[in-house]
């Protein structure tokens, strides 16, 4: 069987939906199960009418619900024509509606919005979306159970972030969505929600479905796991940036970890880790253009031992660097634990650390010159803040053992200052953070060093032997 995980913009309108709803069917023969996220902009739609009610605006909350679930009639409309199918589908959305509008009010005279409740309101997007991806495949002949993530997603009470919890998912799969493929039927479910063992919603953040995707598709031994998404696959940079990028072809579970954890934005990091140890493989694929190949991820990506590439370079535009040194010069132990513990406490993701004799400096993603973390920081050392910087992040296959590798980094960076290097640590990438004014000259420097100038499009493989 295969997971087919399609996200919000491969749902952005009627016309859209009608060709996931043709991809789906394309693919019967592989079993799948279908993972559908909110519709475009939804979720932003949803977390907006929830901190407006909170504010005291119910009025406006509910407006915002109105203009959401009018888009959604409207593609009930447009996709589900049998009449007593469409009825079944609209009589689900006003029971949500009654609940979410019930919730909104909840929120005004409470003016408090907790992670658990915005996740409440948050489940409402995917909820919505998939039973109109359910009844469209019922409308083209295609026996489509919709199934509530809510049966079998059991994740911890995290919310907003939460993790599920593997075993029971697996069990649950296993009673509630094998049945449904030993009788050839096609589930059809949610990303991105999950449920508490008390029967709570949950998300597991956004751009999360993907990761759902994987988590389905680790608990049910997929032989694969397919993103469709609004990209031909992992590109060698972000295009809205270098004009000739090139589609990757291949690579391995930790390469993509590391480009979308250093900023790609078309995987969620998350994705791959339920799939690594059974090495069940990840394609992206474009639904605007089903045809392509995609990119494969999988344990073999990575060039066999001995060749050397650069696969693709991500980045992050709003960076701050952080050096903190002791005011006594002695027991460095006791200061690097001091550091460490403020940013755990303050539960921040450090992006890379680099130290000299005495300090430490590190890259985080975000402005932090007003943030409760630097008084923190200033009473295990001295502190100095370097806002207003980007990282780039290269990635790529046995960078470590690249001779002349860091000199051609360097040697594009001529004239650029870096204000932080990070290398070495994984072999698989090396960080470099610029001021980030001068992150576009960087990333088209890099990106012409490493794949040519100019680029001259199409796909980029590396060179297997
Ligand atoms: N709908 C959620 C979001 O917009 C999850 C996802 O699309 O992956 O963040
Ligand atoms: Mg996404």
Redesign the pocket.
Known sequence: MIVMKF??TSNRDADAMANVLRIITSHLAERPVVVI??IAN???DLEESARTAASGDAATGEAIVTRFYARHLALVDALVKDSSRAGIVTGAFSGYIKELTTLLHGLAILRELTPRTMDAV?SY??RFSSRIIAAGLQESGVDAVWVDAKEFMLTDSNFGKALPVMDAVTSNLARVVVPLLERRQVPVTQ??IGVTASGAYT?M??????FSAAIIGAAMDADRVQIWTDVDGILTADPRMVPDVRKVRRMSFDEAFELSYFGAKVL?PNTMLPLLDKNIPVEIRNSRRKEGTGTLIDQRGAAPAGVQAVKSISFSADVTVISVSPRKRTNQYLFWEGVFSVLSRSEIDVRSVTTSEYRIAFAIAGAYESSTVIPRLEEVGQVAVFPGQASLCIVGSGLREWAGFAGRVFGALTGLKTSLVAYGASGLNMTVVVERRSLEEALLRLHVEFFGSPAKGGEFDVPFN
């Open positions: 996200g919000g996220s909110a939804a979720t932003n948050c997007g995917e990303g991105f998300t953040g956004r751009e999360s479905s993907d969620h």
